[in-house]
């Protein structure tokens, strides 16, 4: 749709205000805490290993799980079906991203929609 046409009460403010970046915090906590209660127990015991959190960026919902250690990096990248499935039923344009430790390697990432293809290869 063409912003153009679009009353100015309907287009996205210029600039953010405390209260707009106040609000997206919370959205993004209750996103959260929809995905953890979602998820079922031995998940939530893994998530509760790592730092973990949700972001969105525009309309992409992304679960970021920093690690730390690389036992809980391998249990949490074992556990990524189930993550994603939990995950899918918020957003099924989600990604996940997963970091090891400092210094272990780089981040994993994955779009939600890319698991199945990923389960395979497990």
């Known amino acids: 749709m063409n912003k153009a046409f679009l009353p100015p009460d309907d287009l996205p403010p210029v600039?953010?205000?405390?209260?707009d970046k106040f609000m997206r915090v919370e959205f993004e906590r209750g996103i959260g805490?929809?995905?953890?209660?979602?998820?079922?127990?031995?998940?939530?015991?893994?998530?509760?290993n790592c730092q973990w959190y949700v972001t969105?960026?525009?309309?992409?919902?992304?679960?970021i799980i920093d690690c730390p250690d690389i036992v809980?990096?391998?249990?949490?990248?074992?556990?990524?079906?189930?993550?994603?499935?939990?995950l899918q039923r918020i957003s099924p344009e989600a990604k996940?991203?997963?970091?090891?430790?400092?210094?272990?390697?780089?981040?994993?990432?994955?779009?939600?929609?890319?698991?199945?293809?990923?389960?395979?290869w497990l």
């Open 15 to 19: 600039q953010l205000t405390p209260h």
């Open 33 to 48: 805490r929809c995905f953890y209660q979602a998820c079922d127990q031995i998940t939530q015991a893994l998530l509760s």
């Open 56 to 63: 969105l960026n525009a309309s992409l919902v992304t679960l």
């Open 72 to 86: 809980a990096y391998w249990h949490i990248v074992s556990n990524i079906p189930q993550l994603g499935n939990h």
């Open 96 to 120: 996940i991203r997963v970091y090891p430790p400092t210094g272990k390697g780089m981040p994993f990432e994955i779009s939600v929609n890319e698991i199945s293809a990923y389960r395979d």
